[in-house]
């Protein structure tokens, strides 16, 4: 079994709902629990709020200013060309002070990514002159302290995060793309800029080209190491951006995509949690009258108490099978099916506000209904296998047979599933 960059415990083989995650095969979004971790501030995601700093609103496509290069042709193109590109790009710039180095850009250490868009470490806005003279009037910092910059009419957005995997950059990327967009649409120059430039800032402006070029992960960081050789993200910042490419480069905090990465990053930190933060747990269903969207209902059998919803369901591929289980077999006796994965028998959801008492404090349980305490399912945080072959972590387990799915009226439309 070839091992991924992370998370792995005990002898569980972990299999991702996603196509690939660090792109070393496997295809393994759990984070590393041997990394130093962070919280990058994602369980407050939604309030984090940066220090004077206005919201932007998100802009439209249109409102990006047109950029050389920006089609997929052109990045696959700038790839072959390698490093000249940077300085035979058309540059803002460059266009009113020659080439190369003699730009006031390069003399102020940045990279021009795009016309306008530039790359940079620390020493890239040291001198607020040269982001004067480059035509650079808003700045994004992601590092761990914020900057001083001082400069008359400069916008910032501060983005406090250290260049670890465990750091949560996912749930920040929308609020950065806004501003990069924002600032752009108001005709300024921007920087995007962190302590070396070369990971988190990457980071930032790998998520901000897939979303305004519709570039793939690949093709946009290919793009830019073009522009920027020594660029190298972390491996956990590559994971969340393959992730942000499946949620369509919208962080959209109710996608199964989004909730799994988030129980990730608990499950990261979660022998030493008191408690469970709050977000975590999707409503009691018996709690809330049913909205528009609450399309379908799953029941106990046996006493018809409410457990959860369809929208609680974080659906996975189906795994290989017989064939997944078999490294629990002697080998001589491996059946040799393949193709026809075992239908999943039970659903693997997020958890509800029922399951709390049962969670805290122990790393894996069995999940009783809360009125009639039937056996519903397991749980575990390092993770279960389905019986598909395929691995949840963390896992959260209901039966399918314990649980009874309850259709929504049809005057509130039909069954729609958030994927
Ligand atoms: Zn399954
Ligand atoms: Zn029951």
């Known amino acids: ?120 470490g620390a020493a890239a806005a040291a001198e607020p002159g040269g982001l004067r003279e480059a035509g650079v009037g808003a700045v994004l910092t992601v590092d761990a302290e914020e900057p ?13 995060a250290l260049d670890e995997p465990g750091t949560d950059l996912l749930s920040r990327l929308d609020r950065c793309v806004a501003f990069v967009l924002q600032a752009r649409a108001e005709g300024r120059g921007v920087l995007v800029r962190c302590h070396a430039g070369v990971s988190r800032s990457v980071a930032v402006m790998t998520a901000f080209l897939m979303k305004t070029e519709q570039l793939s992960f690949e093709k946009a960081y290919e793009n830019l190491q073009t522009i920027q050789p020594a660029a190298k993200m972390n491996e956990g910042f590559e994971w969340q951006l393959k992730l942000y490419q499946a949620m369509g480069c919208e962080v959209d905090t109710s996608s199964a995509v989004y909730k799994q990465y988030r129980l990730q990053k608990v499950t990261e930190k979660y022998p030493e949690l008191r408690n469970l933060p709050q977000e975590l747990f999707a409503v009691d269903p018996t709690t809330v009258s049913p909205g528009p969207n609450d399309e379908v209902l799953y ?69 009783l209904c809360p009125k009639c305490n039937a056996k519903l ?36 439309g039909p069954p729609t599933r958030r994927a």
Request: charge should be positive; charged fraction near 20%; glycine fraction near 12%.
């Open 148 to 160: 001083a910059l001082q400069a008359p009419d400069l916008r910032q957005l501060f983005v406090p």
């Open 299 to 367: 029941k106990c059998r046996k006493c018809r108490r409410s457990l959860f919803r369809s929208s609680s369901i974080l659906d996975h591929k189906e795994g290989s099978g017989p064939v997944a289980f078999a490294h629990k077999r002697p080998a001589p006796a491996l059946p040799r099916i393949s193709g026809s994965p075992a239908p999943c028998t039970s659903h693997f959801v997020e958890p509800v506000q029922w399951m709390e008492p049962a969670l805290l404090g122990v790393m894996d349980g069995q999940l």
């Open 377 to 412: 399912g397991s749980f575990n945080w390092y993770g279960e296998q389905c019986s598909c072959g395929r691995w949840i972590t963390p896992a959260f387990q209901i039966h399918k047979n314990r649980v009874d799915e309850v259709k929504a009226l049809p005057a509130l």
């Open 1 to 120: 079994m070839k091992r991924c960059c992370r998370f792995r415990r005990r002898d569980h083989r972990f299999e991702a709902d996603f196509d690939g995650c660090c792109g070393k095969g496997g295809g393994d979004p759990a984070p590393n629990a041997a990394e130093p971790r962070v919280w990058g501030g994602f369980l407050s995601a939604g309030s984090w709020d940066p220090p004077g700093v206005r919201a932007e609103p998100a802009l439209p496509r249109a409102a990006l200013p047109p950029a050389a290069g920006s089609s997929e042709g052109a990045a696959a193109q700038c790839g072959r060309r390698g490093r000249s590109s940077r300085s035979s790009r058309p540059s803002v710039a460059g266009a009113a002070a020659g080439r190369g180095a003699t730009t006031p850009a390069a003399a102020a250490g940045m990279l021009q990514v795009r016309p306008g868009l530039y790359l940079g």
